[in-house]
């Protein structure tokens, strides 16, 4: 079961830096907050495969199923921990 997960905007302010304007992955004037990263980013690497952006809040910040995990609650999980994933990996 995936947990929280931080965006690539709390990092920055984690680290002391200045939360950035613009999401370095699609290039929109938007600060890459977890929403916009998981659910609404328009780059291919965390776009690709997205499912469709759960009610539940708690599936949608979480990734928790709300009703046992069935293939949707599976996508979601996957797809959360992909757009992890490419976050840490993409830390700068
Ligand atoms: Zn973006």
Known sequence: MLGSAHSTACYDK????????QCP???????PVWEHLSWHCSAEQ??????????DELQNRLAWPPRG????????LH??????????????
Do not use: K, W
């Open 14 to 21: 984690m680290r002391g830096h200045e939360v950035r304007e």
């Open 25 to 31: 992955f699609c290039g929109e004037q938007i600060p």
């Open 46 to 55: 965390l776009s690709s495969g997205r499912p469709e952006v759960p009610e």
């Open 69 to 76: 995990c069935d293939a949707y609650g599976r996508a979601v």
């Open 79 to 92: 797809h959360m921990a992909r757009v992890r994933a490419t976050l840490r990996e993409n830390m700068n």
